[in-house]
C-alpha cells in the first residue's frame, strides 16, 4: 500500500533564509508525486508536481521539489522564504496504475516564519 | 475561482442527527473525492466517485455515505452524526490524474 510520511511536524525559519521540507514514499514504483499548500484558513492549492522527466521541478511562488527514486523522497525547497510563506504544507502521492485518482496525503509540515 | 464550491461553510449540529454536506462543480470533472482534515493526521479520503452514481469508500468512510446522481454534484452525507466526525470537510475535484486535484474551500462542522 502507498504511504506518505512528512518527518518534520512544524519547521520555523527565519524571512530570508533557505527552506527544505521533507517527504518520503512508499510505493512499488514510481508514483506520481504532488506538494500542496494550505494558508491558514483556506483550502489546498497546488505547489507543484511530478510524473515523468525531470527530477527537479519548479513550481509556483519559487517553490521547487526534486524527485530522488533511490531515497523515496520528493523534498520540497525554497532559496529564499517570506513571512507569506507560512502554511501549512502537504505532499501527496498517487499511484500510476490507478483509475481512481486517489491521491494519498502526508500528516502535514506547518511553517513559521521569523521576521 | 476554480469552479467548485462546498455548502456549508459552517455547521454545528447536535449528536445523533444526520448531515448532509454538498460540493458542486463546474468543471465537468470525472473525479470527485471527500476528505477529511484532523491535526496530526493529514488528509484522509472518506469516499470518492470516478462518475455518476460510481462511488467508492476511502480509508475511513465508517458512518459516512455518499450520493452522485449528476457530474456536478457529490453529497456527504453523516447518518447519525457523533463528536468524532467533529473535522474540516474538503471535497476535491481531478479530470486526469496528472493533473493533481482542484478543492473546495472546505466545511467546518462541529457535532456536539
Known amino acids: 500500500a502507498q504511504s506518505v510520511t512528512q518527518p518534520d511536524i512544524h519547521i520555523t525559519v527565519s524571512e530570508g533564509a533557505s527552506l527544505e521540507l521533507r517527504c518520503n514514499y512508499s510505493?512499488?514504483?514510481?508514483?506520481?508525486l504532488f506538494w500542496y499548500v494550505q494558508s491558514p484558513g483556506q483550502g489546498l492549492q497546488l505547489l507543484l508536481k511530478y510524473f515523468s522527466g525531470d527530477t527537479l521541478v519548479q513550481g509556483i511562488k519559487g517553490f521547487e521539489a526534486e524527485f530522488k527514486r533511490s531515497q523515496s523522497s520528493f523534498n520540497l525547497r525554497k532559496p529564499s522564504v517570506h513571512w507569506s510563506d507560512a502554511a501549512e504544507y502537504f505532499c501527496a502521492v498517487g499511484a500510476r496504475a490507478s483509475n481512481t485518482g486517489k491521491l494519498i496525503f502526508g500528516q502535514g509540515t506547518t511553517l513559521q516564519v521569523k521576521p | 475561482d476554480a469552479g467548485i464550491t462546498q455548502s456549508p461553510r459552517h455547521k454545528v449540529t447536535e449528536t445523533g442527527t444526520p448531515v448532509t454536506l454538498r460540493c458542486h462543480q463546474t468543471?465537468?470533472?470525472?473525479?470527485m473525492y471527500w476528505y477529511r482534515q484532523d491535526p496530526g493526521h493529514g488528509l484522509r479520503l472518506i469516499h470518492y466517485?470516478?462518475?455518476?452514481?460510481?462511488?467508492d469508500k476511502g480509508e475511513v468512510s465508517d458512518g459516512y455515505s455518499v450520493s452522485r446522481s449528476k457530474t456536478e454534484d457529490f453529497l456527504l452525507t453523516l447518518e447519525s452524526a457523533t463528536s468524532s466526525q467533529t473535522s474540516v470537510y474538503f471535497c476535491?475535484?481531478?479530470?486526469?490524474?496528472?493533473?493533481?486535484?482542484?478543492f473546495g474551500s472546505g466545511t467546518r462542522l462541529t457535532v456536539v
Open positions: 476535491a475535484i481531478s479530470e486526469r490524474q496528472i493533473d493533481g486535484y482542484t
Open positions: 510505493y512499488g514504483a514510481t508514483p506520481y
Open positions: 466517485s470516478y462518475g455518476v452514481k460510481d462511488t
Open positions: 468543471e465537468n470533472h470525472r473525479y
